[in-house]
């Protein structure tokens, strides 16, 4: 009887965990599925003017995607710090609130370089043999967008600041929002309305900076007159300094980074490799590429949010709550992966219709080869379910060394020359590439969860010796 008493006790821990988990992360999953739909809705608005200047628009959105994932990655490090202040003291304000300052400081130190280089954007194109007609129309898109690179970034931090706080349904609402002011000024300044003239790929950029504004102040506006967020007065002596805060900031976030910059330049390697395969292979690989990165925000979200709670069970040194946080998290992004893994199976060329036309004759060959490939993708996000949760689950832990040397074995040396070696090696092909993709994410899982389970089990020992 007594065992059965604590089996349900167990049971009903589990249960509390993943209520609490999911709560938390749905409304980050939605905010970062609504920050893909404005993406998205960019491309296919600026598609409707032409070939040259989406190619162009591509190659700024690369250099700025870039320069934008390596500076959430630092930023993310806010994350981990605020939730475990929390878990010491459930009702901190002046750590919190140092802290969120220490953040914006960080965006201006990063982002004032960033927006200097984005305005002469036309010598790193330049730098990068592309073609003069292409930069000369990226140049003044870029220019115009530039200066919604800041606010993006704040925005960023702000999110961090009310997800640390387990309150992150006002980014989601704001973020639902920004999709149709971002359609509405993409239209509106791309092809002329309301007696505005079409500035077209210009009017892009404007569009952009207009929107991630929207999304920095929006979000600052509800922290303002929210009763919760209001008593953190979180630009309270915004003037006042905390070095040791902001080099912590730094010294968590910059591997964050990198791993980032790292894991996606695997992918931008793996696109190019393809594009040396043949226009057909490219075509495919990124629809199954885009079908995983849809699936993917879910565990993203799900890691996004372990941070927090393995961040609260950490700051109250509860080693059985980082575990229970961390193995949940882990479990429900791996399931709801399987489980897509499954559809992806199941219904591939149903799947890869949605992205092609079949009138185009080429399309044929295209969906053959994308039906294919999703194979391979139904494996490969399970194990980028896994590492993403585990990086996740590790920053909770303020981990972010290791991850980051992982990261550099598992893609650069694992993943990126398996995908060569296989693909022109013992030639595979573009199958070749998606099986060294795979390989590379099962390096990385592997990696960052024996890691999780060596540092718990260290952090236990060394958190009961001072007790």
Same mark, same amino acid.
């Given at each position: ?20 988990? $999911? ?49 959430? /990655? ?7 710090? !605020? ?10 304000? *002046?750590?919190?609130?140092?802290? =969120? %300052? ?41 220019? @115009? ?8 970034? /704040? ?32 239209? =509106? ?16 950029? #404007? ?22 967020? *209001?008593?953190?007065? +979180?630009?309270? %002596? ?10 912590? #900031? ?6 964050? /980074?990198?791993?980032?910059? !790292?894991? +996606? ?44 709670? +393995? ?21 429900? /992004? ?8 499954? #559809? ?21 060959? #295209?969906?053959?080869?994308? @039906? ?9 996000? =399970?194990?980028?379910?896994?590492? +993403? ?5 590790l920053r909770g832990m303020k981990d972010t060394r290791w991850p980051m040397i992982?990261?550099? $074995?598992?893609?650069?040396l694992i993943g990126l020359p398996a995908s060569i070696g296989l693909a022109f ?7 070749? $590439? ?34």
């Amino acid at each position: 009887m007594a065992s059965s008493a604590h089996g349900t006790a167990r049971r009903g821990f589990w249960l509390d965990e993943a209520t609490k988990l $999911i709560a938390l992360s749905g409304p980050i999953i939605l905010t970062n599925l609504g920050n893909i739909v404005i993406q998205t809705t960019d491309v296919v608005m600026i598609g409707w003017l032409g070939s040259s200047e989406l190619a162009a628009s591509a190659l700024s959105t690369n250099v700025r995607f870039f320069m934008f994932l390596f500076s959430v /990655g630092v930023l993310a490090a806010i994350s981990p710090m !605020m939730a475990q202040i929390r878990g010491v003291r459930a009702y901190a304000v *002046r750590d919190i609130r140092r802290t =969120v %300052r220490q953040g914006l400081w960080v965006c201006i130190v990063i982002g004032l370089p960033v927006c200097m280089l984005l305005w002469r954007i036309d010598l790193v194109l330049a730098g990068l043999r592309q073609a003069p007609e292409l930069i000369e129309l990226a140049l003044p898109y870029t220019q @115009a967008a530039v200066f919604g690179f800041l606010p993006a970034l /704040g925005f960023m931090v702000l999110r961090n600041f009310i997800a640390a706080l387990e309150r992150p349904q006002a980014a989601m609402v704001i973020s639902i929002i920004g999709i149709l002011f971002n359609a509405l000024a993409n239209y =509106v300044l791309i092809f002329g309305a309301f007696g505005l003239p079409a500035f077209g790929l210009v009017g892009a950029g #404007v569009a952009t900076s207009l929107t991630e504004c929207f999304l920095f102040f929006s979000l600052l506006l509800v922290i303002f007159v929210n009763r919760r967020f *209001r008593r953190y007065h +979180v630009f309270g %002596r915004f003037w006042r300094p905390d070095w040791e805060r902001f080099f912590e #900031v730094w010294r968590l976030g910059l591997p964050i /980074g990198i791993s980032l910059v !790292m894991e +996606v330049s695997l992918f931008s390697g793996a696109g190019f490799l393809m594009g040396w395969i043949g226009t057909t292979e490219l075509a495919a690989h990124q629809i199954a590429l885009q079908c995983a990165a849809v699936t993917f925000m879910v565990p993203l979200g799900f890691g996004q949010a372990a941070t927090v709670r +393995v961040g609260l069970a950490a700051g109250r040194r509860d080693a059985a709550g980082v575990y229970l946080a961390g193995t949940t998290a882990l479990c429900l /992004g791996i399931v709801f992966m399987a489980a897509m893994a499954l #559809v992806l199976l199941t219904f591939p060329e149903s799947i890869v219709a949605i992205f092609l036309d079949e009138a185009v004759p080429s399309s044929a060959d #295209v969906a053959s080869l994308a @039906a294919t490939f999703l194979i391979f993708a139904a494996i490969f996000q =399970v194990f980028d379910g896994a590492q +993403v949760i585990g990086m996740g689950v590790l920053r909770g832990m303020k981990d972010t060394r290791w991850p980051m040397i992982f990261a550099a $074995i598992a893609y650069a040396l694992i993943g990126l020359p398996a995908s060569i070696g296989l693909a022109f090696g013992v030639g595979y092909g573009g199958y070749g $590439i998606w099986a060294g993709l795979i390989t590379g994410l099962i390096a990385a899982a592997g990696l960052l969860l024996t890691r999780f389970i060596l540092l718990q089990r260290s952090l236990a020992k060394a958190w009961a010796r001072h007790r």
